[in-house]
């Protein structure tokens, strides 16, 4: 069972930048895909990007393009999603988020676990 812990959230200016950082235990990191998946007030939850086993293969949804990296370091059981360019859009609730395998989807269903999240809150 994979254990994910977020940090890094905060209150930032429309402009602004933000990094999200996400450590995991329990599984070999480099055994499984990473993502972040965000939640606003009201809206579905959507996934903003994830990351292969090696990283070599990342998805970002289009609302981010551009904007946000996902990256993570094998030798630190770390994810990491860098934030710029923020928007109020981007205001929701950030959660990390373990695949099942060695590449992520864009379906519930292939995560093996979840953290509590971090808010990030963009004013504008």
């Known amino acids: 069972q994979v254990q994910v812990v977020e940090s890094g959230g905060g209150l930032v200016q429309t402009g602004g930048s933000l990094r999200l950082s996400c450590v995991a235990s329990g599984r070999a990191f480099s055994d499984y895909a990473m993502g972040w998946i965000r939640q606003a007030p009201g809206l579905e939850r959507e996934f903003v990007a994830h990351?292969?086993?090696?990283?070599?293969?990342?998805y970002y949804a289009d609302s981010v393009k551009g904007r946000f990296t996902i990256s993570r370091d094998n030798t630190k059981n770390t994810m990491y999603l860098q934030m710029n360019s923020l928007k109020p859009e981007d205001t929701a609730v950030y959660y990390c988020?373990?695949?099942?395998?060695?590449?992520?989807?864009?379906?519930?269903?292939?995560?093996?676990?979840w953290g509590q999240g971090t808010q990030v809150t963009v004013s504008s």
């Open positions: 990351i292969s086993w090696s990283g070599g293969s990342t």
């Open positions: 988020a373990a695949f099942k395998g060695h590449y992520g989807s864009n379906k519930y269903g292939d995560l093996s676990s």
